[in-house]
């Protein structure tokens, strides 16, 4: 047994002196938005990933309701999407009165079945968005080919896999447009914060018009007035990820170390299984770190043990389709979405960093394989 308390947390930012300081320097200019920062940031995070353009706004999911606006996605039209995600991806879509017509998932990564997606084709379908679950790439491949075949636009929710590549390509880079995310449990931070990227000379152009209230000079087709948002980002917030993104290879290195103990903890336990990582993921950019209980193992009762001895965990995700608002508005039910589903009962999310120690993850595991081994089951 383990007897020690240890203070675990479910994530924590990575931030050094480096961050602070720059974050400081803002505060003795006037430029307290739309300064040096946001070019720094959107420049150095489109060259890492290999892309024209960074457009930088306030949060993940004001960059997806852009890239849904920017694809002419409007009332009744429809996106297929997973329902094991984020609410924000499928909001996204809801934001434009259109609707996100949901498909099931392969239930060994947790990553929309592209398998499923032809099937959804309607013609009103304008686009795909798949969402990089975890970190892991969607198999990009056949979506990309289903999209070209019947001419929609793919939007990749690339919010939770910066960094990571697919068959060598980087997760955002392969659709017509991407969102990464910033919010503190991302694998880099701006507190609140996201960053399109795109390809699009067109589209880069209406997302910096967008994300600023309309403003701005566009070439003929686009020069009217539109409904536009504050979606920027500040210049504090921009400093931070600035810096964050010169230390983006150290913070994934740093993650992939903690799942790799993780991996190995997690391999002694008997009915927990560690993630599943697909060949065709070159490189993974580890987001949280996600285990899937097995039979015998209540998912449920295993959050509630880790509770009792202050190890936080969540269930990850909580289908969409299953949420409130979403019920209530298209009727989904129980059985819709097995896999989704599956998935959504069996996942647990456990406490994970680019700053946990080795310990701290012994610690958790311990605790696992003592819950597991204390279960009726
Ligand atoms: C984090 C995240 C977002 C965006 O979240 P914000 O809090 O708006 O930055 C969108 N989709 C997924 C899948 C996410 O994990």
Redesign the pocket.
Known sequence: MVKEIMKITMSSPDITQAEIDAVMSVLHTQYLSFGPHLTAFEEGLSRYVGIKHGIAVN????G?HLCMIAAGIGEGDEVITPSF??I??ANAILYERAIPVFVDIDPLTGNMDPRLVEEKITPKTKAIMP?H?FGQPVDMDPILEIARKHNLFVIE?A??AIGSQYKGRYAGTMGDAA?F???PN?QITTG???MIISNRDDWAEMYRSLRNQGRDVFNAWLNHTRLGYNYRLDEMSAALGAVQVTRLDDLLNKRAQVAQWYNERINEIPGIEKPHIMPTTTRMSW?VYVVRCGEGVSRNALMENLQKVDIPTRPYFVPIHLQPFYQERFGYEKGDFPNTEQAGETFIALPFSGVMTEDQVNYVCEHIRSCVNDSPN
Not at 59 to 62: A, E, L, P, V
């Open positions: 949060s993940g999911t004001s997806l995600s984020f924000a991806s969402v679950a929710d919010c939770e969102v995310a910033f919010y991302k609140e914060g996201g987001f």
